[in-house]
T-cell receptor
Framework: AQKITQTQPGMFVQEKEAVTLDCTYD???????LFWYKQPSSGEMIFLIY??????QNATEGRYSLNFQKARKSANLVISASQLGDSAMYFC????????????FGTGTRLQVTL | DSGVTQTPKHLITATGQRVTLRCSPR?????VYWYQQSLDQGLQFLIQ???????AKGNILERFSAQQFPDLHSELNLSSLELGDSALYFC????????????FGSGTRLTVV
């Protein structure tokens, strides 16, 4: 069974600094997808970035990048130049290939950006 | 606006009651997923429909049921409600049933009192 582990319940970062949110996963599949979502206090789930297991380059989307280390089964999210608006819960999720394409989520990391 | 519409946004009801949550997927998306987010269980997959057919089932209680209609909107029915059913219920949609492009609605916050 697939599993996502986020070991940091909470993180603090100063404005304009970079921060890394950790995510490790466990799967026996060769084909899978990894996702990061942001959930602000208003509650909605906002898609940030996607990495496919066969993608050779790390995914980037603006200030977000995904540090994908396949052998270590880790998919850490890096946020550069943090902004106050980045304060939110961040969830790592995985989708395995197959007939059921549901997402399995980690427990999340609460990021607080300070002045 | 993500394109996925969930109604109502908030719902307060008593134990033992039955409620229906509604989801309209993004235009063109055939697949609908329901998730439950509670404080103690985190984000849990409940059920998936693809073009009207049930495709996958997760940790969905027998008191809960869902369906997807010909116009592709979906409803999640929760019955014999208990205090522990209080949670944020999300609907997400995607074009196919194996796409990576999931779009989430803003959720329905259910409070059972």
């Amino acid at each position: 069974a697939q599993k996502i582990t986020q070991t940091q319940p909470g993180m603090f970062v100063q404005e304009k600094e970079a921060v890394t949110l950790d995510c490790t996963y466990d799967t026996s599949d060769q084909s899978y997808g990894l996702f990061w979502y942001k959930q602000p206090s208003s509650g909605e789930m906002i898609f940030l970035i996607y990495q496919g297991s066969y993608d050779e380059q790390n995914a980037t989307e603006g200030r977000y990048s995904l540090n994908f280390q396949k052998a270590r089964k880790s998919a850490n999210l890096v946020i550069s130049a943090s902004q106050l608006g980045d304060s939110a819960m961040y969830f790592c999720a995985m989708r395995e290939a197959g007939t059921a394409s549901k997402l399995t989520f980690g427990t999340g990391t609460r990021l607080q950006v300070t002045l | 606006d993500s394109g996925v519409t969930q109604t109502p946004k908030h719902l307060i009801t008593a134990t033992g009651q039955r409620v229906t949550l509604r989801c309209s997927p993004r235009s063109g998306d055939l697949s609908v997923y329901w998730y439950q987010q509670s404080l103690d269980q985190g984000l849990q997959f409940l059920i998936q429909y693809y073009n009207g057919e049930e495709r996958a089932k997760g940790n969905i209680l027998e008191r809960f049921s869902a369906q997807q209609f010909p116009d592709l909107h979906s409803e999640l029915n929760l019955s014999s409600l208990e205090l522990g059913d209080s949670a944020l219920y999300f609907c997400a949609s995607s074009v196919t049933d194996s796409s990576y492009g999931y779009t989430f609605g803003s959720g329905t916050r259910l409070t059972v009192v």
